[in-house]
């Protein structure tokens, strides 16, 4: 909360200050404009395909991931039924393998939830990168002073006509049906 607040002062602090040196020194005037990135990268062409992609690809490393815990909890179901049977040499035995066991598979799950975030910032790159130029572009070509992302949370109100994400989305889907246009 502390780091919401500060981020608005800062936004609010910045705009008076610039709004006071651009009317000042230059005579332009101010313009602003936001977006609402979610619904963005949500609805932009070849997110459902890089969605898809990552959700196929995660049922695989979750198959993996149940399996191993499949196989630990076996593990320990058959030496809580048989503990009482063994000497405390083989429990001793037994216990360091669960937890070896234990080990390799909180090792494996982190090992998969990064590859899984790797490879999710993959698929996703191209289509930040094309919302990147798209808000570029659009901020030179509108002279827009600073664009704000509405999801970012700093944004507490605005004038929906000052929000431009339609058309953000309406250029890259028309990026999209050039020929060379986003990769998806």
């Known amino acids: 909360m502390q780091y919401r607040v500060s981020a608005i002062l800062v936004a609010t602090a910045l705009a008076a200050l610039g709004y ?34 990552f959700e196929r690809e995660m049922a695989g ?11 630990l909890q076996l593990m320990v179901t058959q030496y809580e039924q048989q503990q ?15 937890n070896q066991k234990r080990l390799e598979f909180q090792q494996r ?5 990064n590859m899984a975030q ?11 990168e094309a919302v990147s130029r798209v808000l570029v572009t659009l901020r030179e070509e ?24 339609g058309q953000v989305l309406q250029r890259l889907q028309n990026q999209s049906a050039e020929p060379g246009g986003t990769p998806n």
Request: glycine fraction near 6%; aromatic fraction near 6%.
């Open 20 to 53: 006071a040196g651009f009317n000042g020194s230059q005579g332009s005037q101010i313009k602003l404009a936001y977006i609402n990135s979610n619904e963005i990268i949500s609805q932009a062409p070849g997110a459902a395909e890089a969605q898809a992609t």
């Open 61 to 71: 490393w979750n198959a993996q991931v149940e399996a191993m815990g499949d196989s």
């Open 109 to 113: 799950t982190a090992d998969l939830e």
């Open 142 to 165: 509108e002279q827009y002073t600073m664009i704000f992302d509405a999801a970012a949370g700093a944004l507490i109100a605005a004038d929906t006509a000052l929000d431009i994400t």
């Open 118 to 128: 790797s490879r999710q910032q993959e698929l996703v790159a191209p289509i930040y």
């Open 84 to 98: 009482v049977m063994l000497s405390p040499e083989a429990r001793t035995q037994r216990q360091q393998e669960i």
